[in-house]
Every structure is written in structure tokens, then in C-alpha cells.
């Protein structure tokens, strides 16, 4: 539909907690802990003073974990860092723009499979191995309410960058960094009338491009395919949707349509259309 082929069974909405509205400073904070020595800790701080808003969490956890191998007593253990901080401003009742930004870090301890090519396919208890991940995730949007909200307009930038490395013996091994910027503007005009006991007529339309690079390295690439996963792989998809959504009110009926092109490079180009009635 609308929100394209990412966007599964409906689109998913998360709304952090950004101080917006306080009339004083809020804090919070919390601990867990439990088998396996595991503990998790959060504290989080968030306010206002006067249109300028935010809100920031910090949570940290651990784990020393089980032995994931058959065999020997190396616990494989895990640890995950995450900053998170959304700020905003109002500008007027009418206009807001508002910035998020989520820093994870996350290295979990493992086993090498048939570390000795010994064809068993089994996981070895061997000390050395572990996957470390750090994550950022960035967002900034302008919003635009008009004619009583009836217009609403939104332009939205969001960024990503994920980086992998894979360590073996106790020595980098592989690695791998994925980036994603995506700039998308939306309008939303919600219309009424009252030809069959009331309406409501809600059209929505979006543009949006989305720019993805991938990279990555390995002991066991070499020559010009090294440099190649090293150049890396890029993809470019732009797509223009629209969405048309009635409500009847007599009947309580909501009858909906909408359509989306992407325009994708390299891959092929894809449309998707959907309807829906309640």
C-alpha cells in the first residue's frame, strides 16, 4: 500500500516519551537482575521550558550467559549499552519539528562451529569469539498543520548506520557497515460532506527516496572480490504513493484505496495497490 514493502501488515507507530508538555522536570530509573548474573538498569530524564522540549534514556545490561557448546564450562556471555534522546520545538501552535537519535551498542560472546573442519557440524566450547554491533538510527521531521488540521504536511529526513565485526581467536575476522539516509514529504487533506447521512474523505499522498549502502570485509575474501565487498553495494528507491480513505459515518463503513510506484536501481520496478473495507 501507501507505506511500500516494508510495511508488513499495517505500519507499526512507536511514540517515545519526549517531555513535551511538562510543567516541571521528570526523572526515572530502574534495575533488574536475575540467574546467570543478568542485570538490566535504565534512568531517564525528560522535560520542558517553554515551546523546547526532550527527553533522553540511558539502559545498560548484562549476562555472563550459558555455554552454547556440548561440551567444556566457557560461559558465552552478552552486554548491550543504548543512549536514546528525542528533542522538539513548537514553533507555533501550527509548526514543530523534532529530532530523534538512538546510539546501541551490543557484543555478545560465542562458539565457533567445527573450528577444525573436521566435518561434525557441531559448536566447540573455544574462548575468543564474539559479534560486537554498534547501531545508530537518526531522525528529524517538520510538520504543518493547517485550516484546523485539516492539512497536514510533513517532511521527514531518517538516517541509519550499522556496523558488525566478527572476532575469531581473539583477531578481527569479518566486518560489515550498512547505511541508509531516506528523505520523504507527506500531505494529508481531510474533507467532509453529506450525501449519504455524512462523510469524511481523507486524501493522503507521499514522495519519498531511500538511499542504501553496504560494504564489507572478511579474511576469506580475497583479491577482486575483497575489493569489491570492500567498494561496497549501493541501491536507490523512489516511490509515489497515494491513499484515499472514506468513512461513512451513518453505517460506520471505511472503505480504503491506495497505490504506490517505486521506482527502484538496480532491482526492477515495483507497484502495489490496496483495498480495504471495515
Known amino acids: ?10 505500519v507499526l507507530t512507536i511514540v517515545t516519551k519526549s517531555g513535551r508538555g511538562l510543567t516541571k522536570p521528570e526523572f526515572s530509573a530502574r534495575f533488574e537482575g536475575g540467574t546467570q548474573r543478568s542485570a538490566e538498569g535504565a534512568i531517564s530524564a525528560r522535560g520542558a521550558a517553554g515551546p523546547v522540549y526532550g527527553a533522553t534514556t540511558l539502559t545498560y545490561a548484562t549476562t555472563n550467559g550459558f555455554n552454547i557448546a556440548r561440551d567444556g564450562s566457557e560461559t558465552d556471555g552478552a552486554k548491550r549499552f543504548a543512549v536514546t534522546s528525542k528533542a522538539g520545538i513548537d514553533f507555533s ?33 573455544f574462548p575468543g569469539y564474539s559479534t ?13 498543520k493547517l485550516f484546523d488540521d485539516r ?8 538516517g541509519s548506520r550499522t556496523g558488525v565485526t566478527g572476532i575469531e581467536n581473539f583477531a578481527h575476522a569479518s566486518a560489515s557497515l550498512g547505511t541508509a ?19 469524511k474523505h481523507r486524501i493522503t499522498g507521499l514522495v519519498e527516496n531511500r538511499r542504501e549502502h553496504y560494504s564489507f570485509d572478511s579474511i576469506f575474501v580475497f ?3 575483497r575489493d569489491a565487498a570492500l567498494n561496497g553495494y549501493s541501491r536507490t528507491t523512489t516511490g509515489i504513493g497515494g491513499e484515499y480513505v472514506l468513512d461513512l459515518l451513518r453505517t460506520g463503513t471505511t472503505i ?17 495497490l490496496s483495498l480495504l473495507h471495515i
Open 223 to 225: 583479491g577482486l572480490d
Open 151 to 158: 492539512w497536514i504536511q510533513s517532511a521527514k529526513w531518517t
Open 256 to 272: 480504503s484505496v491506495a497505490q504506490r510506484q517505486d521506482f527502484n536501481e538496480p532491482f526492477r520496478d515495483e507497484y502495489t
Open 132 to 144: 560486537k554491533t554498534e547501531e545508530t538510527l537518526a531522525r528529524i521531521e517538520g510538520t504543518l
Open 93 to 125: 501552535p501550527n509548526f514543530n519539528v523534532e529530532g530523534f537519535v538512538r546510539h546501541l551498542y551490543r557484543n555478545a560472546e560465542t562458539d565457533p562451529q567445527d573450528p577444525n573442519f573436521l566435518n561434525t557440524g557441531l559448536v566447540y566450547d
Open 1 to 10: 500500500g501507501l507505506y511500500g514493502a516494508y510495511a508488513h501488515s499495517g
Open 181 to 199: 539516509q531516506t528523505l520523504s514529504y507527506k500531505s494529508s487533506v481531510l474533507l467532509d460532506s453529506d450525501v449519504a447521512g455524512g462523510e
